[in-house]
T-cell receptor, first 114, second 115 residues
């Protein structure tokens, strides 16, 4: 069975500082990995994905994520945080076999302080 | 851009009512999903459909059913609403991962309150 862990419920960072939101996963085969962001009372917006290839993937709004197979991690990063980045972030893994489902982590709330 | 539209942003229903949540996508996606989101629990899959008239139970199907008569529309039905079904409901769609683009696109969510 697949699973996703986001070890931090909350991450606080000062505006202008780098940010990292952590994600680890467990899958039986090769992972398809995703990051989504959710603003209050809205649906989820796709940020970026890893399917294959370069371990560093770049996405929307200046975010990037690093895939590390040996550590089964897919941490989300941004070199310089903005107050407008404050939101709920979800990591997800997709089963490409029979189920084709997405499994989401519990979410990490990011607060960027001015 | 892909658009996934949920019929209501907010709903208030009474206990025991039959509730219909509608979701429509405009990109000819094979896969459609219904999740519920509760604080601290993340997103939990209720039902999944990988084609017209096909459906699979997710992690928490009890008390729910679904209908997919047309490719673009995936309906979630609460047979007899209960207060523990008060939640945010999210619909999503995607292509099959074998086709290429694998990410899911989400609707804006329906916040359902059962009183």
């Amino acid at each position: 069975a697949q699973s996703v862990a986001q070890p931090e419920d909350q991450v606080n960072v000062a505006e202008g500082n780098p940010l990292t939101v952590k994600c680890t996963y467990s899958v039986s085969g090769n992972p398809y990995l995703f990051w989504y962001v959710q603003y209050p009372n809205r649906g989820l917006q796709f940020l970026l994905k890893y399917i294959t290839g370069d371990n560093l993937v770049k996405g929307s709004y200046g975010f990037e994520a690093e895939f590390n197979k040996s550590q089964t991690s897919f941490h989300l990063k941004k070199p310089s945080a903005l107050v407008s980045d404050s939101a709920l972030y979800f990591c997800a893994v997709r089963d490409i076999g029979y189920g084709q489902n997405f499994v989401f982590g519990p979410g990490t709330r990011l607060s960027v302080l001015p | 851009d892909v658009k996934v539209t949920q019929s209501s942003r907010y709903l208030v229903k009474r206990t025991g009512e039959k509730v219909f949540l509608e979701c429509v996508q405009d990109m000819d996606h094979e896969n459609m999903f219904w999740y519920r989101q509760d604080p601290g629990l993340g997103l939990r899959l209720i039902y999944f459909s990988y084609d017209v008239k096909m459906k699979e139970k997710g992690d928490i199907p009890e008390g729910y059913s679904v209908s997919r008569e047309k490719k673009e529309r995936f309906s979630l039905i609460l047979e007899s609403a209960s207060t523990n079904q008060t939640s945010m409901y999210l619909c999503a769609s995607s292509l099959s991962p074998r086709v290429g683009k694998t990410e899911a696109f989400f609707g804006q969510g329906t916040r359902l309150t059962v009183v």
